[in-house]
């Protein structure tokens, strides 16, 4: 098991301190149960006595810069956020993170949403004069003259080609 040296990130005056084993990065949840003003205790019987997450967590060795390493209780980064967000709490802090997730979500999906339709009705204007064009240029003595010629210069590029590769062959032809 490869452990990378751990780092911590700040969030409501708090250092959430995470490490990252074998590539997946572990979230230490004490230190979010102390930014969010929840029962830590309460919250990891939850955790272990949850149907996913009891599988999910681990105790990591943490340790930040020359400060002395601890023992956490962590989820991977991939959990982690799933269980902030199901925690029951009516703390202040907790409220208005969770206000805050509300609203994160909502716009990042309604402005997906909203720019997914956006492109939706340009491609189809695009796609509808496109076709009016192609229409008339269709009927046009222009256009027709157009692919006639676009197919001539086709058959010199072949040919080219050909001439092309004659004279690379006689060219090894001397030089051996």
């Given amino acids: 098991m490869k452990q990378s040296i751990s780092n911590f990130l700040q ?3 708090t250092n959430v301190l995470f490490t990252s084993v074998d590539g997946v990065t572990y979230v230490a949840i004490k230190p979010i149960c102390q930014a969010l003003n ?3 205790s309460g919250q990891l ?7 996913l997450l009891g599988s999910e967590y681990g105790v990591y060795h943490i340790q930040v810069g020359n400060l002395q390493g601890r023992k956490y209780t962590c989820i991977s980064e991939k959990y982690i956020y799933g269980w ?3 925690i029951n709490s009516t703390s202040p802090e907790f409220l208005e993170f969770k206000k805050e997730c509300y609203e994160l979500l909502y716009n990042h999906f309604h402005g ?3 720019r997914r339709k956006e492109l939706l009705l340009g491609q189809a204007e695009v796609a509808l004069k496109i076709d ?20 001539k210069k086709k058959i010199y590029s072949k040919e080219m080609s050909k001439v092309d590769q ?3 062959n006689q060219s090894e032809i001397k030089f051996e």
Wanted: aromatic residues 12%; hydrophobic residues 45%; without cysteine.
């Fill in 11 to 13: 969030f409501n005056n």
């Fill in 38 to 40: 929840v029962d830590y």
């Fill in 45 to 51: 019987m939850r955790v272990k006595n949850d149907p």
């Fill in 84 to 86: 902030i967000f199901s």
């Fill in 112 to 114: 997906v949403i909203g």
């Fill in 132 to 151: 009016q064009l192609k229409t008339k240029l269709y009927e046009s003595a222009d256009y027709k003259q157009l692919i006639e010629l676009e197919a």
């Fill in 166 to 168: 004659i004279v690379i």
